[in-house]
């Protein structure tokens, strides 16, 4: 065992010894931005690099917002983000115009903490606006009731919970309320963070699941990625076609593909309440920001190359890391716009 | 450097060194005056890049931004009032709790307590200001939250529910949590510096007490704390900066909702919360000036009741040369 052990050592050690002095030098690349896909990145540069290992591209999640602000100031060479630039933002970069690439899909789940209730819950878009507008205020509430039959609901009052810190995620959850209430999105709108109407706030995913799972008679949201990681309960939500769809890779996707048909040319859309009967409502892209012109040549192929990359065999690393992938349509979009950087 | 010295003879190069060695008093006064406008410069440029980079928020605001309790990012209405309130009320609180016990146990530590224990306990005590405040927080969620949801906060409805500091549902998240985990935060601080400051005391001031027939509580309590108490005093004021700026643990059980409520079981915010809850993602110059300008509102914060202890210490130190 330890002698085994040793060879091996010495063999990683001489891989290593012999990789650092064959590796050319570096084109270094620095990145910066969400949170949510920071993950299947780090792969994929990771990945990336193994191919060519001239380039090196560095990645600080720091928050969507921090990313866009970090390439409006001009100190990374490109953005990510949960939620595409709005005019203003893009009116702020004047000496180039950003691109827009979809990269992975995430999903936001409801996912409950009712003591005595076991079953996967249907939720409708009313359902969900009135719980989160603190209007339906008793898990007993009569909308609740109609969509779940044979569930013994307690009379008890909801704890809503939602995230505290500025994200992605939050953008997503109140774009899509904002989409299916009228009264939402004239009393609170969406945002990266809102004025909620109800409810305690947790820090991330982790503290949002940590409140719903020790508060009891509660609901929160958190990513598809994280639920699923965790193994935590999530309920489904009635999707624009009328059916109860409950998360997972295959109905995000759909609800990409959904929304492909009207994909505008520079991919800044909203996919939540997609058309399409299995599409998932509450889903999103998460983008990488390019700008469309680099002065240096290398870094400009380099990045080219990535992105062919990605949408092809990158992809295929979705799955076993928790995203979903982009459907065909999309990528072959995408494969179009990567010309455009110059 | 010191060989160098020896090294040398003594030539007129050397004597000039020596000579400006003994001038070492300009040379001091020089370093260590640098040194003290240094941490002055630092607080003054805190200032200004605090007062230049909320400028906008400032001038849409105005005075108001202290008074108004609305926090909309969405319509970039801002008002730093429920931040204000939860800042100080949960310090309050934590210093309400924390100051009796922790003051207490540095007077046993050092007055009572046999000098081995009194060792131990003083460095298990020290190792709690090294723990950082996210293992706190953590702490507190498992423990803390669910004992106040489940045992605590029922406790307190069914006892002094009446009042409206206890009403409400048992949520274990709120200001009572956030004041508590703050109090636990701050013993470290006014036990250990307290117990210095009441071992500094001189042997003769006990002595002198217990030769005039006072019992060892009474040479305790009416001599040696009143000659530490700016010691102890000094120890509350360190506690209360470090409440008051404390964010990682109180954002994780605070329950983060931007509203005043009168009841101490209601979540509530603080003011280093929420630059740390939202600063990352806030786009919008507006909303980033806002931001800051709850920087400046807490710094002012700190000012003022370091100002107050200040006067407090002034106050109580005429009157003890006046007993004196």
Redesign the interface.
């Known amino acids: 065992m330890s002698v085994t052990r040793q060879r091996l050592a010495i063999a990683l050690s001489a891989i290593l010894i012999l990789g650092s002095s064959v590796s050319l030098p570096a084109e270094t690349i620095n990145a910066a931005g969400a949170t949510f896909p920071a993950v299947i990145y780090q792969k994929w540069f990771q990945e990336f690099h193994k191919l060519h290992p001239d380039v090196q591209i560095n990645y600080q999640s720091?928050?969507?917002?921090?990313g866009?602000?970090q390439l409006t100031q001009g100190t990374v060479d490109f953005g990510a983000s949960d939620m595409p630039m709005?005019n203003?933002?893009l009116s702020k970069i004047t000496k180039v115009k950003v691109l827009h690439f979809p990269t992975v899909l995430g999903g936001l789940v409801p996912t409950y903490n009712i003591p005595g209730v076991t079953a996967i819950l249907n939720f409708t878009p009313e359902s969900l606006a009135g719980i989160y507008l603190g209007k339906i205020t008793k898990w007993n509430d009569a909308a609740l009731k109609k969509d779940n039959p044979g569930v013994n609901f307690p009379d008890a009052?909801i704890?809503v919970v939602h995230r505290?810190?500025?994200?992605?995620t939050t953008f997503v959850w109140t774009d899509y309320l904002s989409k299916i209430s009228p009264e939402w999105k004239s009393k609170?709108?969406?945002?990266?963070?809102?004025?909620?109407p109800t409810?305690?706030?947790?820090?991330g995913n982790e503290?949002v699941a940590?409140?719903v799972k020790?508060?009891a008679n509660s609901i929160g949201y958190v990513e598809l990625i994280y639920a699923a990681q965790n193994k935590m309960a999530y309920g489904a939500i009635r999707n624009s076609a009328g059916t109860f769809v409950r998360a997972d890779f295959d109905s995000v996707s759909e609800a990409a593909a959904g929304a492909a048909k009207n994909m505008p040319d520079d991919f800044r859309v909203s996919i939540t309440n997609a058309p399409g009967k299995k599409a998932y409502p509450v889903s999103s892209f998460t983008w990488l920001l390019i700008p469309n012109k680099f002065d240096n040549a290398t870094k400009k192929n380099a990045i080219q190359s990535f992105l062919k990359w990605m949408l092809a065999e990158g992809q295929k690393f979705a799955a076993g890391l928790d995203y979903a992938a982009l459907p065909q349509p999309v990528v072959a979009k995408e494969e179009k716009q990567i010309g455009l950087i110059q | 450097m010191g060989t160098a010295v020896i090294a040398a003879p003594p030539q007129p190069a050397a004597r000039s060194f020596l000579k400006r060695l003994r001038d070492g008093d300009k040379a001091a006064h020089l370093i260590t005056l640098i040194f003290a406008a240094s941490v002055f410069l630092v607080t003054v440029f805190l200032v200004y890049e605090l007062w230049i980079h909320s400028s906008t928020s400032r001038a849409k605001f105005g005075l108001g931004f202290l008074f108004t309790s609305s926090w909309d990012p969405v319509a970039e209405k801002f008002g730093a009032l429920p931040f204000i309130y939860g800042t100080v009320l949960t310090s309050f609180l934590a210093l309400l709790i924390s100051v009796p016990l922790a003051v207490g146990a540095a007077i046993f530590l050092s007055e009572l307590a046999p000098p081995k224990l009194s060792n131990t306990c003083t460095f298990l005590v020290e190792l709690l200001a090294a723990v950082p405040s996210v293992i706190y927080g953590l702490l507190a969620i498992f423990t803390l939250v669910p004992f106040l949801s489940k045992y605590g906060e029922p406790f307190l409805k069914n006892t002094v529910g009446f009042l409206p500091l206890f009403k409400g549902a048992p949520l274990g998240y709120g200001y009572l949590a956030a004041g508590l985990v703050l109090a636990i935060m701050t013993f470290p601080f006014i036990i250990s510096i307290s117990r210095e400051s009441l071992l500094a005391v001189p042997i003769e001031q006990r002595e002198a007490a217990l030769a005039l027939g006072a019992t060892k509580w009474e040479s305790t309590w009416q001599v040696v704390v009143p000659h530490a108490r700016l010691g102890i005093i000094g120890s509350i004021f360190l506690a209360l900066a470090r409440a008051l700026g404390e964010t990682m643990a109180v954002t994780m059980v605070i329950g983060n909702d931007p509203s005043i409520h009168a009841s101490l079981l209601k979540p509530g915010y603080t003011i280093a919360a929420v630059i740390a809850n939202e600063f990352t993602e806030a786009t919008g110059d507006l909303y980033q000036g806002a931001l800051v300008e709850l920087g400046l509102v807490l710094f002012l914060i700190t000012i003022i009741l370091n100002a107050s202890a200040q006067l407090l210490i002034l106050a109580t130190t005429k009157k003890g040369s006046k007993q004196d």
Do not use: P, R
């Open positions: 720091l928050g969507s917002g921090a866009i602000q709005t203003e933002q009052e704890q505290s810190d500025g994200s992605g609170v709108g969406a945002g990266t963070s809102v004025a909620w409810g305690l706030g947790g820090k503290g940590g409140t020790q508060t």
